[in-house]
């Protein structure tokens, strides 16, 4: 074990700690792309949580060969994140101490970005931007993208309650002295969620802030691994119950530290996101958990003030007020929809006193308050769709009118289908349907060329989202994604010169849109029967990071 100390006349330096559990293949790369950082990481502290695979092993062989890097081997598993990194806090020397975790990278000039920015304004909190990279696609998705457009400073949390919005530990960088004077940790042994608590303990004590909009982590998420991380291991209904507890342990932290803003923000939050993320699920989910999902939601629910629920966006509210207004699940597709982003708000729309839009008939007291302010290009417009394969591909679209919003706005007179693939980059096709009137909407088709679209995705097994944009005849109207309806969605061999043959699957995701997986050739599509029985024969464990 190697072991690097400052001396009171080095200029501050950083310490990043890294927590490792069984992650042998992986922990090589996290290291070393936190010592590629340069000088201005003085140490790396890697923190191995009693692995049984070699990864203490292959950290003590890194030490050998790089004088930064110090090994903390514990003794005894704790069974979560959070001990470790108290471990690790613990061990650092630097003036500053950053997180990574065994799975995950930090880019190059993540640290000094951060540094440069905690010096310079003499913060003890310093964020950045992450980006989920969806392995092995490599599609990048922002972390929290409206937090990061441009460089700020805080006075306090206060200032800006949307840094709740990001519970990430590990965008972040800390003044060391800051959390040891003010004794704050993570929550200890096996705690889901520890970076929630973390955070809110954090904000709690008041530090100033910067941002910056540099990328500064990037989080790999591995939905195909034998061990899916527990953000992803949403199947079982106590990682909800886990993260409400989680949620509740960081209101507190704001109650208990006299920022009772901070804890109305952090409730208001949690509609705004934590439950739109699950609802968008719930109409998948089995019975069982779909009652004690919805008893659970509706306990923490009620304690929450209006005007916390209130603050949250239109339809998070909306969404949240259901579910208190509700004995038993119900309704559990139209949530899904309006949960969704873009959110699509389905038929049928009630109205009170003939007027005033409401959630249904028989929950009159659930209004969608707000309904009449939102913005033509934010409105939960629902625009069915149905993909008929053949040697020419069909696309029947019908856009139901939304409580008179689209007439009042301009008629659409058309809409621009665009076929995105779901591993990133930018739109291959599109497609414009004209529209007519059509029993209280309006609806059109349009020939969809599959084999053109195939070919721009190149080979192997490509899947397809559908955006759609309204045009009106005052220019771009409404915008949403596609909501699949039952008649189409089968799969379909099309026979074709290009390819031989074209397999073509239109399917309903989690949300309720539809998408479209393509396997050009007899290679592709014997890939999409063998990927199917090998999603079948996998056991998700979950993992612990």
Known sequence: MSQSATSPNDPPRVSVVVIAYNDAGLITAAVRSALAQGDAVTEVVAVDDCSSDGTAAVLDQLATTEPRLRVVRRTENSGGCGTPRNDGIAAATGAYVMFLDSDDVLPPGAVEALLAAAEKHGTEVTVGRAVRRELPAGRDV???????????????????????HDTLCVNKLYRRDFLTDRHIRFPDGKFVYEDFVFTARVYAAAPRVAVVPELVYIWHVRRAAAQVSLSLARTDVANW????????????????AGRPALAAACRTKFVDYDLC??????????????????????????????AELAAAAAPARWLARVVLAADDPRDLDRL???????????????????????????????????????PADRLP?????????????????????????????????????????????????????????????????????????????????????LRVRLNTPAGPGAHTTARARAAGLRRTAVPGSR?????????????????????PGVQGAFGVVGGKLRRLARTARPRRR
Not at 241 to 256: D, G, L, P
Not at 284 to 305: K, N, P
Not at 363 to 371: A, N, S
Not at 506 to 519: D, E, I, N
């Open 241 to 256: 119950q886990a993260r409400i507890t989680a949620h509740t342990e960081a209101v507190e932290a704001f109650r208990a």
């Open 499 to 519: 390819y031989g043959v074209l397999l073509v699957q239109p399917y309903r995701t989690s949300s309720g849109s539809l998408a479209v997986r393509l396997a």
């Open 142 to 164: 922002r972390w929290q993208p409206a937090l990061y457009r441009e460089a700020a400073v805080y006075e306090s949390p206060e200032d800006e309650p949307a840094l709740l």
């Open 381 to 465: 417009v629902t625009v069915d769709a149905t993909l008929l394969a053949g040697r020419r591909g069909i696309l029947k679209l019908r856009v139901h009118e939304l409580y008179g919003r689209l007439a009042a706005a301009g008629a659409p007179t058309s809409a621009d289908v665009e076929f995105v693939p779901r591993d990133g980059g930018e739109s291959a096709l599109t497609v414009t349907a004209p529209l007519g009137e059509s029993d209280g909407g309006w609806s059109g088709q349009v020939p969809v060329p599959l084999a053109r679209l195939a070919a721009a995705g190149g080979r192997g097994t490509q899947i397809w989202d």
């Open 336 to 374: 899904s929809q309006l949960a969704a982003d873009p959110a699509r708000l389905t038929p049928p729309y009630a109205t009170a006193d003939g007027s005033a839009p409401v959630w249904a008939d028989d929950l009159v007291d659930v209004t969608l308050d707000g309904f009449e302010a939102l």
């Open 277 to 306: 993320l699950y609802l968008r699920e719930l109409r998948v989910r089995d019975a069982a958990y779909r009652a004690r999902w919805w008893g659970l939601t509706r306990a923490h629910l009620a304690g929450f003030e209006p």
